[in-house]
């Protein structure tokens, strides 16, 4: 597509539910980034893939958050456990690589109830 | 942890007038980018900038760059209901960009 595409757009859990938030990016970005975007902040970083490696996820918050790009090309974002303070929106962004704009998908709200 | 501090936080002026949202760090990033976030959508890349001390203008959008490359401003000329929206500074540092908590602009028809 011409865009990247993040599904599902909303999602609420119960707490102590597991979760996957799915990412399309463009193609043939190799990079390819979470945020995570609480209410009234800027996004933060969560972790960062060239092509199917993981090459930093320093910024993911616990264990229970889990993230993979097995083909190089679409991304799950896996949340275990939810808790509320999980709740925020999660943005995936795709760059052609290191030095370029991102391009970011329109996001998934997840609200943990 | 927001690493780059914007000001002000919120910015509600009447169409026509003219506005100038600040980004401030005490660390000096590769590159500086700037966002326009809409309700309910991802940021949307505005401008990147590399050079201290560089200009750069979109149209009724100036973006200036410090010497020091640690801030930055965004100045809009006439702004329109258009406008409106959350802008976000990002510094780069490699493939990170570490965002600003934004600044909310309406602009008033």
């Known amino acids: 597509g011409a865009g990247v595409s993040q599904s599902p757009r909303y999602k609420v859990a119960k707490r102590g539910q597991d979760v996957a938030l799915r990412c399309d990016p463009i193609?043939?970005?190799?990079?390819l980034f979470w945020y995570q975007q609480a209410l009234g902040q800027g996004p933060e970083f969560l972790t960062y893939?060239?092509?199917?490696?993981?090459?930093?996820k320093s910024g993911l918050p616990s264990d229970r958050f889990f993230a993979e790009r097995p083909e190089g090309s679409v991304s799950t974002l896996k949340i275990q456990r939810t808790q509320q303070e999980d709740s925020a929106v999660y943005l995936c962004?795709?760059?052609?690589?290191?030095?370029?704009?991102?391009?970011f998908g329109s996001g998934t709200r997840l609200t943990v109830v | 942890t927001q690493l780059l501090e914007q000001s002000p936080q919120f910015l509600s002026i009447q169409e026509g007038e003219n506005l100038t949202v600040y980004c401030n760090s005490s660390?000096?990033?590769?590159?500086l980018q700037w966002y326009r976030q809409e309700p309910g959508e991802g940021p949307v890349l505005l401008v990147t900038v590399v050079t201290g001390g560089e200009v750069k203008k979109l149209k009724r959008l100036t973006f200036q760059f410090g010497d020091a490359r640690k801030d930055s401003s965004l100045h809009i000329t006439a702004a329109q209901p258009g406008d409106t929206g959350l802008y976000l500074c990002?510094?780069?540092?490699?493939?990170?960009?570490?965002f600003g908590a934004g600044t909310t602009v309406t602009v008033r028809a």
């Open positions: 990002a510094g780069a540092d490699d493939y990170k960009l570490s």
């Open positions: 962004a795709s760059s052609p690589g290191t030095g370029y704009g991102y391009t």
């Open positions: 660390s000096v990033f590769s590159s």
């Open positions: 193609s043939g970005h190799v990079s």
């Open positions: 893939f060239q092509n199917e490696a993981q090459l930093d």
